[in-house]
């Protein structure tokens, strides 16, 4: 799962939610799970995060290369929308692209 790959999203939005947050419980919850050792609990701020998370999915055969992107609404006017986060998933190759299409 990409997200192992790339633990400083999750660990990011864990300290800038705080303890307690749904990150936080998150982020503890994929630190327990097994073959994640060696992912640090800390994320290394020194290191700039990508501005998307690359990904692949694998099912029945199929393996798709995406890159995801998240949108969050920073100062809304309307509390409804207030940490509203938007993901998109877009097709990183030619025949990801193509599956789709088909």
Same mark, same amino acid.
């Given at each position: 799962?990409a ?7 999750v660990?990011?939005e864990?300290?800038?939610?705080? %303890?307690?947050? $749904?990150?936080?419980? *998150?982020l503890?919850?994929? /630190?327990?799970?097994p073959?994640?050792?060696? =992912?640090v609990?800390? %994320?290394?701020? $020194?290191?700039?995060? *990508?501005?998307?998370?690359? /990904?692949?999915l694998?099912?029945d055969?199929v =393996?798709?290369?995406?890159f995801?992107?998240?949108t969050?609404l ?9 940490e ?8 990183a ?10």
């Open positions: 799962m997200i192992f790959s790339h633990p400083q999203w660990q990011r864990a300290m800038g939610d705080g %303890p307690g947050s $749904e990150a936080t419980r *998150l503890d919850e994929l /630190m327990a799970l073959g994640i050792a060696g =992912a609990r800390q %994320p290394n701020l $020194e290191r700039a995060a *990508l501005p998307f998370l690359p /990904m692949q694998r099912k055969g =393996a798709l290369n995406l995801t992107t998240i969050t920073g100062t809304p006017h309307d509390v409804t929308v207030h509203l986060r938007l993901e998109s998933f877009f097709p190759d030619a025949a990801s692209r193509e599956w789709f299409l088909a």
